[in-house]
């Protein structure tokens, strides 16, 4: 296949949210949505041809578009490249964002500003894909930036909504703290390596492993630092444990964009870009420790909160943030390919479970709270069957050599892997998982329950209203629900079984020692069993929970008082944050203001100077006249003066 | 070279203008003299713009030496020439003070309603003043035109400003005044130990430690309070307030810039051993801009204030940029100047969108723009958007190079300097979800018209300028590059010091 074909795959989702972004008036709701899902739609199809070219059968391409930047040795191209990593996770968004847009023209078909929204949707898709393509750190930061401000645009698509805003704003801030790691760790790679393209980085990583830096006054080990910064920007992107406040605020925002953006792609880049600098952190042992410990603790903890919300988008945001842990632990134990195999296996049963929700919350005329539903399954049959099939997958359930569901191989891999590692993080992360199993069931199955199930607990007249959506919204969710289940079955050998090397093609970088998918085979049988071992009691005690004894999960909230509330509450990361931060900053600024500015600096500068003057004046006459002639003569005689008095010296 | 003077023409093109109103121009308020003013201000800037484009063309982008130099005796028992020129750094700054003063034409035609003939007169003289600063070699004629440039602005604020413009242009003068004696002295000083005005002979490293170090801190105090650094920066919020919006674009966009060239011409081309002595100084100098003023607009209740106190920020990382002494970072802190003289200018230009509508500044006047206003608030995005450093505008380039600069000479200035990043997306942020975005809608602010076809003029320029310089820089860095890279070459034997990449 030729380049202008590459090219259209990134650039077509350009074009497309440029036309409806800009002439979005002239052609219509109509017209923008043609043009949009035109658009991801062909980018989509070109993505399975290149899956197909550069994965299956071995090509590798690379493209360089234009210069960017050159400023002395510092030099970027705007270049595009595609390996087996950038071809999978081509399929993952343009496949998504493509569901995600035809199923939009339904679910935003009556909102005011459809030309917008699909604009937003398209050019978030082309920034993300900018990201995945680029042959270097600084591009890659380009679609970083980008999708984050698409994401800030679509959160805050209902800009009338107060609550909108503020979660704009907080995600576009945390994912800037994100951001300002992965800077530093570009300021770190151009110092190290003397580039910051990826082939003359990871050339030169295995030469550079023992050396050091100085950093903030410390004398660190360099590979270890720069990527720990960009683990950071990953940190942030992927709402991993201490930047992840925002992303379950991001659910204000339309739900076609909590399934596209804050499920199955953009918060997954953090986990790409781990993969895709393998070659360094396979050389910074102790960054992958702490990339394992905190996507370990982010699985553990986002899953407890999932517990206990009973807003049903923000229950489906805690699982994905989990989810992530789990992608983050196996980059960890350099179980990379495991990594981006659940990327893809959750891309679709996440994008599957998020849009199954919207079409739940369209069934009831916009409510959230699970504590308003149930009784339902029967007249959204589909939507029902949908909401199964993904917790099905989320879960993992599966027979080992006969038929899993998605989730099943790539987080079973995952697992085991963690087993497998020589490290004891690995087998730490191992524990954290298989709890974390048991608890996706658990909340995967709740929400089943309370939102299909049980006496409807919604109005009459909203009752009155529940519908299944129309096939505009259904259809797209073939291809996710088809993906869902035979994904992870089907893609098993490629991504982590006997043709992963020819699969990968180098795109992945794994030191001999840390091949922690090779050895997961030797572990222990009861390894490989525990997880769908606590996964299945999950969905038992969710029905008993939910459907026998319903009076149960109060009195176990009351009983765990202390330990339930701070759960429940989050652990309070949002409210040590605002105080922390939020009121310092315009503290701060406030003391700056009026006590360094207007109280200090003019208090002695300008002002106290004037209130001298003003007083000297009172003596000695009227100097200070506040006439610009006068200050003008002033200055000319000054001039004067100087001159004169130069001239009689030499 | 070119056949024909051409540095010379656009200075004084712009004068030849203001004559041309006040000679012609009868009547004051009657609406024919008016317009009449304005058609005459507006086309002899845009055909001083046009023709400063030639020099693009005249202009050897790989030589790094003065060109179009233009040289004749003025006081020759002086040693004092009429000497011109311009470099790869020089050049931009006047095709930005070219570019502008058009655009504040545009802007002042419906900002602008008392005295018009004598506004568009200051403006075209205030031109002429800034483009015969960045041009001149001769150190009398410099000081000229740096002091020159003082007296419009002066009036542009004292005559057209707001309530407040009286304290606002005291204010100014007196900190630019207090910088501009002290840095008459030292020029004195330079003069008298060279024994020529000629600001070229002055290059290299021509002056005993000691002495370069008390002339250091003279132009120091003038260019700290142009650029304006922390703690010299507390006329700026006061200046920007008051002026009209063509005077605040011309302040953002020009002289702000009149400190950072001053530090690179002077600052470094003439005194490199004292630069590196006080470069820990200027370093403290700009963290502190760079965290202290992004947490005071943090809590600003007026537009204009909060630009104001980020354009200090953002000069922050030009002088962070210069003084980190190699290439990225004085790449850097180049295309932040001219990325911001865009960006602020198009800010200011932006407040003044809806100032001239409403007549109020005040940031809790206005919501949900975005309903009624959606173009204007596409272009505010835009602009928005450029000045937190989006990858892919203008800001982001700049502020980039000269952070990956600073970190290169020592990592603590990039992690402070970086918090102003995270710290400027939250102000500019907070800013435009208070102006277009939430949930109460004002009666008068509702029926407010979008954009009109004057005020699309003015933007449409400075955003293709946003996305060109963000997605093409070489167009702007080729031009400067073998200037810079010989500014740093001169810098470092000077001073004794090993050039890192």
Partial sequence: MSQPLYMAAVFFPLLGAFIAGLFGRKIGDRGSQIVTCGGVLVAAALSIKIFVDVALHGEIHAFTLAPWIQSGTFTVNWGLQFDTLTAVMLIVVNGVSSMVHVYSVGYMGHDKSIPRFMSYLSLFTFFMLMLVTSDNLLQMFFGWEGVGLASYLLINFWYEKESANNAAIKAFLVNRVGDFGFALGIFGCFLIFGSVQFADMFHKAPDLANLSFLFLGHTLPALTTVCLLLFIGAMGKSAQLGLHTWLPDAMEGPTPVSALIHAATMVTAGVFMVARLSPMFEYAPMALMVVTLVGALTAIVAGSIGLTQFDIKRVIAYSTMSQLGYMFFAAGVSAYSAAIFHLMTHAFFKALLFLGAGSVIHAFSGEQDMRKMGGIWRKIPITYAYMWIGSLALAGIGLDGVFGMAGFYSKDMILESAAASSHWFGHLAYWLGVIVAFMTAFYSWRLLILTFHGRPRADAHTMEHVHESPWIMLGPLVPLAIGAIFAGWYADDWFVGAARSNFWNGSIFVLAQDNTIDKAHFIPEWEKWLPMGFALPGIIFAYVFYTLKPDLPGKVAKACGGLYRLVYHKYYFDELYDFLFVRMASRLGRIFWVGGDDGIIDGYGPNGVAALTGRIAKYIGALQTGYVYHYAFAMVIGVAAFVTWFWFRS | ?501
Wanted: glycine share 8%; charged share 10%.
């Fill in chain 2, 1 to 501: 070279m070119a056949p024909w003077p051409v540095l010379t023409t656009i200075t004084f093109l712009p004068l030849i203008g203001a004559l041309l109103i006040l000679l012609f121009v009868r009547g004051d308020e009657q609406k024919r003299s008016v317009v009449l003013a304005q058609q005459i201000a507006l086309w002899t800037s845009l055909l001083t713009f046009v023709v400063s484009l030639t020099i693009l063309h005249y202009f050897d982008a790989s030589q790094s030496g003065f060109q179009l130099t233009e040289k004749h005796v003025w006081i020759p028992s002086f040693n004092i020439a009429y000497y011109k020129g311009i470099d790869g750094i020089s050049i931009w700054f006047v095709l930005i003070s070219t570019l502008l003063t058009p655009i504040c034409v545009l802007s002042a035609i419906g900002g602008v309603h008392k005295r018009t003939k004598e506004f568009m007169i200051a403006l075209l003289t205030l031109e002429t003043m800034m483009i015969g600063m960045f041009t001149a070699l001769d150190f009398v004629l410099f000081y000229l035109f740096f002091e020159g440039v003082l007296i419009p602005m002066f009036l542009i604020i004292g005559v057209w400003g707001g309530a407040g413009r009286i304290y606002a242009a005291y204010k100014f003068f007196l900190y630019t005044f207090l910088g501009s004696v002290l840095m008459l002295v030292a020029i004195f000083a330079m003069v008298y130990h060279v024994g020529t005005t000629d600001m070229t002979a002055m290059m290299g490293n021509k002056f005993p430690k000691d002495m370069a170090i008390w002339l250091w801190l003279a132009f120091f105090a003038s260019f700290a309070v142009k650029t304006p650094m922390w703690p010299f920066h507390t006329w700026l919020p006061y200046a920007h307030v008051e002026a009209p919006t063509a005077g605040s674009v011309i302040l953002a966009a020009v002289l702000l810039k009149m400190g950072g060239y001053g530090l690179i011409r002077i600052s470094i081309q003439m005194l490199p051993t004292a630069s590196a002595y006080f470069a820990p100084l200027v370093f403290t100098l700009s963290l502190i801009a760079i965290v202290y003023t992004s947490l005071v607009a943090l809590v600003q209740t007026d537009m204009k204030k909060l630009i104001a106190y980020s354009s200090v920020a953002h000069m922050g990382f030009v002088t962070l940029g210069i003084f980190s002494m190699n290439q990225q970072g004085l790449d850097g802190a180049m295309l932040v100047m001219i990325s911001h003289a865009f960006v602020s200018g198009a800010l200011f230009l932006c407040v003044g969108v809806v100032y001239d509508r409403l007549h109020t500044r005040e940031i809790a006047r206005y919501s949900n723009m975005a309903d009624n206003m959606p173009r204007y608030a596409l272009v505010f995005m835009i602009f928005t958007l450029a000045s937190i450093g989006l990858p892919g505008t203008s800001g982001f380039v700049g502020e980039f190079l000269s952070l990956q600069g600073a970190y290169l000479a020592n990592s603590w200035l990039a992690f402070v300097g970086g918090l102003g990043v995270i710290l400027g997306a939250a102000y500019m942020l907070w800013l435009y979800r208070r102006l277009f975005y939430g949930p109460d809608v004002k009666d008068d602010v509702r029926l407010l018209p979008d954009l009109n076809a004057r005020e699309y003029c003015m933007f449409v320029p400075l955003i293709v300028l946003v996305f060109w310089l963000g997605v093409h820089p070489a167009t702007f860095i080729n031009v400067f590059a073998p200037t810079t890279d010989k500014i740093l070459a001169d810098y470092h034997q000077a001073a004794g010091s090993e050039r890192t990449p």
